[in-house]
């Protein structure tokens, strides 16, 4: 399914019911927080990366209940579709916000976890691209003729930096004026710090060497934990859709968890 080779677990090659993937994880934290799927049937791909923040515990219910709900509400309405989409997080949100009421007097500490979501479906040629957090859809795009191809930004972050998000924190939490603090020179939520794939996963971590005026190679050798100050857990998920394949006989089910580390 995938390898594990030390902090990095990666898929270098995959088919999926348009193309290809390619995925690749690497841990800072003690505990790996990321979690990622790709779900693939005959007639669509579900592709999905969760970047768990103050522990795991939102971002693994998230990665066991998304699907999940996905498939009941498509179920129910017979289509795929934009609120569909934005209907199963909503139900995922809520069904995880039960759990922390029923647990947090025995475990205050799942009252403070959390994670961004990011999610694409591909439906019978159509992609679909649901957001929330700061992670990011990223389109890559060659034009006919060209050996070049060109970044299209699919999905928009929702990050405390961005002064809208702010004010939306705000809004929500009218009696707590610290929701969202100012620390490092950097805007926080209070209490949170928030094949081709495996190459960028490389690439991200020579840019956090270089930030940090050290040789790659010394990066490497950090352990998890420590290297937590040095780089958050990156994970990448590189799906190539291949238009000729919309029409062509469907694949079989296919379903692939990413970052399968001791947890």
Not at 164 to 170: F, K
Not at 182 to 209: S, T
Not at 243 to 263: A, D, E, T
Request: aromatic share 8%.
């Amino acid at each position: 399914m995938g390898r594990l080779d030390g902090l990095v677990w990666h898929k270098d090659l995959g088919s999926h019911a348009y193309g290809e993937f390619s995925m690749a994880v690497i841990q800072a934290n003690r505990m790996c927080e990321d979690y990622s799927q790709l779900e693939s049937g005959p007639l669509s791909s579900f592709i999905s990366v969760y970047d768990g923040h103050a522990g795991s515990e939102a971002s693994k219910f998230v990665s066991h209940n998304l699907f999940f709900n996905l498939k009941n509400i498509v179920s129910e309405r017979r289509e795929v579709s934009e609120s569909v989409l934005k209907k199963a997080f909503s139900t995922t949100e809520e069904d995880f916000l039960s759990l922390v009421k029923k647990q947090w007097m025995n475990n205050p500490q799942i009252a403070s976890v959390g994670t961004c979501c990011l999610a694409g479906v591909l439906h019978d040629g159509v992609l679909f691209v649901a957001n929330a957090g700061d992670s990011r859809a990223v389109l890559g795009r060659v034009e006919r003729g060209s050996k070049r191809a060109s970044a299209v930004q699919l999905s928009n972050e929702h990050n405390v930096n961005i002064a809208s998000v702010r004010e939306e924190l705000y809004a929500l939490h009218p009696d707590d004026s610290q929701v969202v603090i100012m620390k490092h020179k950097c805007w926080r939520v209070r209490g949170l710090i928030q094949g081709i794939a495996k190459r960028l996963l490389k690439a991200a971590l020579h840019e956090a060497a270089k930030k940090r005026e050290m040789r790659y190679a010394d990066l490497k050798k950090i352990d998890p934990g420590v290297r937590r100050h040095f780089h958050d857990d990156i994970t990448l998920i590189i799906v190539f859709i291949d238009s000729h394949l919309v029409s062509k006989s469907p694949l079989p089910p296919y379903s692939i968890k990413g970052g399968v580390f001791p947890r």
